[in-house]
């Protein structure tokens, strides 16, 4: 079983405990502090345990050439790369704000770092964990600086191979033991081709000391829903409050019903995930006492006679008696009282 580990006050991962469950708001908020609010809230309602959101230090994250060149895409909030990354980037004050929303109306709230001078920002801040977004995955300075800060760490693995991911563990296990990986392919919206789920158990086995979990942007929610069943115990998913927003993110979000169904529906396969062992449960003592089959006598029985297999068949009896998978071992026996055709044999009738 993977270690478990506090990821914000008073909430474990991993082991037993119930799956973390992330909306991601990113920038979905499309500049406006008020719709971020409103974003938070619906996480909060819809049952999920973190609102986050993204933190960029611009001139520390792009050059000056990545902020200067044209943006044409019909998702550009202004006529450059920087003109438009600067409209979606809230301020210090306005991150201090969200989180004290956050704080009020009881959802745990924390962004991705997307540079190291945002990293100290949200240090600063007081977040509950780091999250590592899969393009700072193989950024082993950043990922040194931040594991050193002592904060537990999400970190996402798209675009990344399983032996970048060995490095990535290796750099962060020396300085911070308390971290997790999502299986993620970095693809919005993703086709579900390129899930690669099975990459969830194959996490386990490679890194069997830390919980493992998933970051999803398809469509829908049954991929993500499948993710818990086979073991994550975080799991991320972009929200929007309409799909038709401007940005490219939306299409890969889940609007509010979306969100409210797949939290419900985390909940249920968690519950029906139930126990490893096999046994008969008390909720089933109703059928097999109406259907559950017993050892019988085949034929009439004398006192004294040693059970033969041609003696024997199994049949719904009343009383119930000697369970069917026993019947070869009542072979041999000695039968101790006088028995009708299809009556039932007991453990009190068998001797020795």
Known sequence: MAAEFELCPGRKIGGSNPCFIIAEIGQNHQGDIEIAKKMIRMAKDCGADCAKFQKSEIEHRFTKHALERP?????????????????????????????????????????SGMDEMAIEFLHEINVPFFKVASADTNNIPYLEKTAKKGRPMVISSGMQSMETMHCVYQTVKKHNPNFTFLQCTSAYPLPIEHVNLSLIPKFHKEFPDIPIGYSGHETGIHVSVAAVALGAKVLERHVT?????????HAASLEPAELAELVRAIRTVEMAMGSPIKQMLPCEASCH????????ARKPLLKGEILTL???????????????????????????????KDATITDAMIDG
């Open 71 to 111: 943006y044409t895409s019909p998702h550009a909030w202004g006529p450059t790369y920087g003109a438009h990354k600067h409209h979606l980037e809230f301020s210090h004050q306005q991150y201090r704000e969200l989180q004290q929303y956050a704080n009020d109306i009881g959802i745990f709230f924390t962004a």
């Open 241 to 249: 409050l309409d799909k038709t927003w401007k940005g490219s993110d």
């Open 289 to 296: 006492s109406k259907l559950g089959k017993s050892v019988v």
């Open 310 to 340: 041609d003696m024997l068949t199994v049949k719904v009896a009343e009383p119930q008696g000697v369970r069917p998978e026993n019947i070869f071992k009542l072979v041999g026996k000695k039968i101790t009282e006088n028995l009708e």
